[in-house]
């Protein structure tokens, strides 16, 4: 299992334990401070402190790895979730109001989720806003804001964005035209021939695209 090569800088907290699931999961956090990565990591260093993340993304999107993706991190309040998760915290740009995140920030993020997913195997991130996806929220298993609006708004974005990354966005249609007449009744001719032969889809259309049943 590797590490993301996107880290700039490893402080590995001694805040963790060995993964016993499959990584499917990814839950972003927000650190409630406006914070490099490095700092956040070091946040992580006592042992008094029982709180750690894998990742650190800071206000100008530098990126720190904090526990390896082997191991599970103690970042959501909730086992289960973290031992399938990788658990990202990202710096405010603000504190307070709706903890907004710096442009910088958000796009490592997208960089981050992506390689994520890519290294591990995950060809889609759901966000379904409840524990049937597979992007998960703080708040859902503590008393806490975590991530906060502007990054839980963020949500169906980021799992859009990345989905589209890696070739797992909604497919377009393509169509193929078998014929073009002069009559109605020809091109009505052969698109019952072709019912019959199973495309039950193909239809007539009007030189100017309209439809025809």
């Given at each position: 299992m590797?590490?993301s ?21 990814i839950?972003i956090?927000?650190m ?10 070091a946040?992580?260093?006592p042992?008094s402190?029982?709180a750690?993340a ?10 720190a ?5 082997s ?8 086992a289960?979730?973290d031992?399938?998760a ?5 710096s405010n ?9 710096s442009?910088?920030?958000l796009?490592?993020?997208?960089d981050l989720?992506?390689d ?6 995950i060809?889609?991130l759901?966000y379904?806003?409840d524990?049937s996806g ?13 991530p906060?609006?502007?990054?839980e ?25 078998v ?6 009744a020809n091109?009505?001719?052969l698109?019952d ?18 439809r025809?049943?």
């Amino acid at each position: 299992m590797s590490n993301s090569k996107l880290a700039d800088i490893v402080m590995l907290s001694p805040n963790s334990s060995p993964r016993t699931a499959k990584i499917d999961t990814i839950t972003i956090h927000h650190m409630a401070t406006v914070s490099s990565a490095e700092a956040c990591a070091a946040s992580f260093l006592p042992t008094s402190r029982k709180a750690s993340a894998n990742y650190c993304i800071g206000n100008e999107g530098d990126v720190a790895l904090s526990v390896d993706e082997s191991r599970r991190a103690w970042t959501s309040s909730n086992a289960a979730n973290d031992n399938r998760a990788i658990t990202i915290e990202v710096s405010n740009s603000e504190r307070g109001g709706d903890w907004p995140v710096s442009d910088a920030a958000l796009n490592k993020l997208l960089d981050l989720c992506e390689d994520i997913c890519r290294r591990n195997g995950i060809e889609k991130l759901s966000y379904t806003g409840d524990l049937s996806g597979n992007m998960t929220l703080h708040k859902w298993f503590a008393s806490t804001a975590c991530p906060g609006p502007y990054l839980e708004s963020k949500m169906p974005w980021i799992a859009e964005e990345v989905n589209r990354r890696l070739g797992a966005a909604e497919a377009p249609v393509y169509r193929v035209q078998v014929g073009a007449f002069l009559t109605k009744a020809n091109a009505e001719r052969l698109r019952d021939a072709l019912r019959v032969a199973g495309y039950a889809d193909a239809f007539v259309t009007a030189a100017g695209g309209e439809r025809l049943e």
